[in-house]
């Protein structure tokens, strides 16, 4: 399928659900299309808008700026068809998820590749099978999450679709106790196998927003239903380096070319920067809220590191190095 195809289907699947009340002008479509990753100028949009007006039997309102919808009155049935590469690419995805991510997903992906293989040829079928042993999905440094509390994940993922609020136990390494949690859900995140959560701590107004991880939430009790529009959270803020609770910070990074390097392999946040100063001297940027998996990334690589900021973050790298620099000191005593 082509590109243009694969992007007039996405806007057509969008326009199918609306109405003329809720019509969405170019420039809305725009921005929805742009936000899924499809990055094209607002006048191919708009050529998309025209072949789909008469393709799918799209309709513009009279009013300014032009609002789309789709017609009730256009019947269109769509047939899928998948070659093999785009078989074996939601297969990989699907292997992944299961061997490095929750367990919660395990049965889930047995029946879709059942699915999936019941409906495919023979012939299709033989082939990714044969293929299949070549596939190894390794865990790499997030780990994949032994915690077995699947019947959690599921009634938490009920809470997100049904925008309902849920209370829990937080079982966090950093606390001393166990705390009960009172949460709306906003986001779930998979960061590298690893579930978490983007959640308003209903008990806690001196924090906007909180992330967990999945695993540490136990005992879920489902609530009421809440207006996410209550919570609306800055887009810079849903990605993060592990768990967090506080606004999105501006970090810079100082270091040398060996950290810098490792940057430069590898992107740990979307809004990740690298600029190259000299032949061993880089300067690395990125705002995300700050937390303990990202101090503990940095501490890492001791002495590859000039200066970094803010002070919070420099405290929190300094304090790993001071501790462990005391637990060298007790054993060598």
């Known amino acids: 399928m082509s590109a243009a195809n694969t992007r007039r289907l996405k806007i057509f699947s969008l326009l199918r659900r609306l109405g003329q009340s809720n019509a969405m002008s170019i420039r ?6 742009k936000d899924l990753g499809f990055n094209y100028s607002q006048k191919t949009i708009e050529r998309d808008l025209d072949a789909l007006t008469l393709e799918r039997g799209i309709v513009a309102t009279n009013s300014y700026p032009k609002k789309f919808y789709a017609t009730g009155d256009f019947n269109f049935k769509q047939e899928l068809v998948l070659d093999f590469s785009v078989i074996e690419t939601i297969h990989i995805a699907l292997e992944n998820l299961r061997e490095t991510s929750h367990d919660y997903f395990d049965e889930h992906i047995k029946r879709a590749e059942v699915a999936f293989e019941e409906a495919l040829s023979t012939e299709l079928s033989d082939h990714l099978l044969g293929v299949k042993h070549k596939y190894h999905f390794d865990y790499g440094l997030t780990g994949k999450p032994i915690h077995s509390n699947s019947h959690n994940v599921k009634l938490i993922l009920s809470a997100l679709r049904e925008e309902r609020t849920f209370c829990c136990y937080n079982a966090s390494p950093y606390k001393e106790e166990v705390e009960l949690k009172n ?13 978490y959560l983007i959640a308003k701590d209903l008990d806690d107004d001196s924090v906007s ?7 540490r939430l136990s005992k879920v009790k489902l609530g009421g239903v809440f207006d996410t529009l209550d919570y609306q959270i800055p887009y810079e803020s849903i990605d993060s380096i592990g768990g967090w609770s506080g606004e999105a910070k501006e970090v810079r990074i100082h270091a040398n070319a060996k950290l810098g390097t490792f940057f430069l392999e590898k992107v740990l946040h979307p809004t990740q920067k690298v600029e190259k100063l000299n032949s061993d001297e880089y300067l690395i940027s990125f705002t995300a809220p700050l937390s303990n998996e990202l101090m503990r990334i940095l501490a890492g690589f001791g ?6 900021a803010p002070l919070e973050l420099e405290e929190g790298i300094s304090s790993i190095w001071e501790e462990g620099l005391k637990h060298k000191e007790h054993k060598e005593a």
């Open 303 to 308: 002495g590859d590191i000039y200066h970094v």
């Open 209 to 215: 927003f909180k992330r967990f991880r999945l695993t």
């Open 183 to 195: 949460l709306a859900p906003l986001y779930f995140v998979l960061s590298s196998g690893m579930p």
């Open 28 to 33: 809305e479509i725009y921005l929805y299309m």
